[in-house]
């Protein structure tokens, strides 16, 4: 089948699915709200942080409002459980809306709670919390500690659902540091338990997720496969948050394929979920993906726009993956604008990024860009110590692509040494597919942040 033929089918595919009304999950909400006025304190605190978890994927706000008001009753009381479970969805909403400092005391003030009272799940869970926040400030040593330690205390527990949950956000991090068959195996385990226990709201997660992996190997049948799985059941559930991260990884895909215009119209459908739902790491995601989209269009004005306004939003999150990936943007801007000593210089910053929070994919997207922007100003010496770098990190069967490329070369005869080395540097880079690689930097995502 060709790629035409595909690229029809998916977008006739995904136009079905975005014409599908999702069923609007407002009743519980409703009744919970109506239980309030005949109930004890006890009751109440319950009450009000089930409303918390049901609206904090829509309507963040009022379920900050609702976890407070619950954190409050409890202190009243000096019920320690009810204490740190509050503080845990407290931390929920703070990590949803990008105050990480503020996310991680509530989270470690509730695991403080929880431990003072030996209280197995709820150590596991914010564990759990915790190791997301990390994963997403970039520090993925410290992540795969505490979900290690959460999926350890699952274990011991036979909390099978729990640990299903940490296998899945520990699969994505590897798929952000580049282990991709490690992440596949996690994921795959992660959504057999879902499955196999029809949770639909776990499976969004997972199937997104399982989407992220394998357009990361451009395996793109699956990868939509996958995101149009999740995003009916998004729909389903009247999940905003996911239906958003679907919206864009859908519209990635698209713009892996070139079909500009179609990405562009789904990821600013994404954004505008995001901005109603007030998803600032969202809102950057969809920023540098618009910000790629427009450096493609040759609209270069347009997309400094776009990566300007996600530097704002990043200097609030202290997102260090997301800030190389701007920087990575900006560079390629400046690169198709023929300033090539500025995009070098933005190249080099997200690497020392990549390289500080062991962003494999990151840091081999980048020596690549650096492999063209040193042949392009016919620095084929620095050129070739980039291709080395690249070929160093880059997978095997890549690496055999571009060794193969050589062979033929050198069978075809050696020319001048300028002129080999920027044949060599041009074919390494066209096999290297930079420009598959830029979008898989952008793709790595966000799916991130799913809780």
């Given at each position: 089948m060709t790629r035409n033929h595909i690229t029809y089918r998916l977008i006739f595919s995904f136009l079905l699915i975005v014409l599908t009304t999702g069923a609007v999950g407002q009743e519980h909400v409703k009744q919970l709200k109506s239980q309030l006025t005949h109930s004890?304190?006890?009751?109440?605190?319950?009450?009000?942080?089930?409303?918390?978890?049901e609206l904090r994927f829509n309507e963040r706000e009022n379920a900050l409002k609702y976890a407070k008001n619950a954190l409050h009753l409890a202190k009243n009381m000096k019920d320690t459980a009810k204490i740190a479970l509050s503080q845990k969805n407290i931390g929920i909403i703070h990590f949803f809306t990008g105050k990480m400092d503020k996310a991680k005391q509530a989270y470690l003030q509730s695991l403080k709670n929880y431990e003072k009272i030996d209280h197995e799940e709820g150590i596991a869970n914010l564990?759990?919390?915790i190791g997301l926040l990390l994963k997403e400030q970039g520090k993925y040593e410290e992540a795969i500690d505490y979900y290690r330690h959460s999926l350890n205390m699952e274990k011991k527990?036979?909390?099978?659902?729990?640990?299903?949950a940490t296998l899945n956000?520990?699969?994505?991090?590897?798929?952000?540091?580049?282990?991709?068959?490690?992440?596949?195996?996690?994921?795959?385990?992660?959504?057999?338990?879902?499955?196999?226990?029809n949770d639909e709201k776990n499976l969004v997660d997972s199937y997104i997720n399982l989407g992220d992996i394998y357009m990361g190997q451009d395996l793109m049948e699956k990868a939509f496969h996958y995101f149009t799985k999740a995003l009916n059941l998004a729909k389903k559930e009247n999940d905003l948050y996911a239906q958003a991260i679907c919206l864009n990884e859908i519209g990635m895909g698209h713009y892996s394929m070139n079909n500009y215009q179609f990405?562009?119209?789904l990821?600013?459908?994404?954004?505008?979920?995001?901005?109603?739902?007030?998803?600032?790491?969202?809102?950057?995601?969809?920023?540098i993906n618009l910000g790629l989209i427009h450096n493609k269009l040759g609209e270069y004005d347009k997309a400094n726009e776009y990566y300007r306004k996600a530097l704002k939003i990043e200097e609030k999150l202290n997102d260090r993956?997301?800030?190389a990936n701007i920087y990575t943007g900006i560079g390629e801007n400046?690169?198709?604008?023929?300033?090539?000593?500025?995009?070098?210089?933005y190249f080099r910053q997200s690497i020392d990024i990549a390289r500080e929070i062991g962003a494999k994919p990151e840091l081999r997207d980048n020596y690549e860009r650096l492999v063209m922007a040193y042949a392009k100003k016919e620095n084929y010496e620095r050129s070739k110590k980039y291709m080395e770098a690249f070929a160093a990190i880059d997978d095997s069967l890549r690496l055999k692509n571009i060794e193969a490329e050589l062979l033929k070369m050198e069978e075809q005869g050696k020319q001048h040494d300028k002129i080999a080395w920027f044949y060599y540097v041009i074919a390494a880079v066209i096999l290297g597919g930079a420009t598959i690689l830029l979008i898989r930097f952008a793709n790595r995502k966000n799916s991130s942040s799913h809780q």
């Open positions: 004890t304190t006890s009751q109440k605190i319950e009450i009000y942080n089930k409303l918390s978890a564990n759990h919390n527990r036979n909390d099978h659902e729990g640990a299903a956000n520990l699969g994505n991090l590897y798929n952000f540091i580049g282990e991709f068959d490690s992440a596949l195996r996690l994921m795959q385990e992660s959504t057999k338990y879902y499955e196999r226990q990405a562009e119209n990821l600013t459908e994404s954004l505008n979920l995001r901005y109603s739902i007030n998803d600032k790491r969202g809102e950057m995601v969809c920023l993956r997301h800030l400046l690169m198709m604008k023929g300033n090539i000593d500025k995009a070098i210089n």
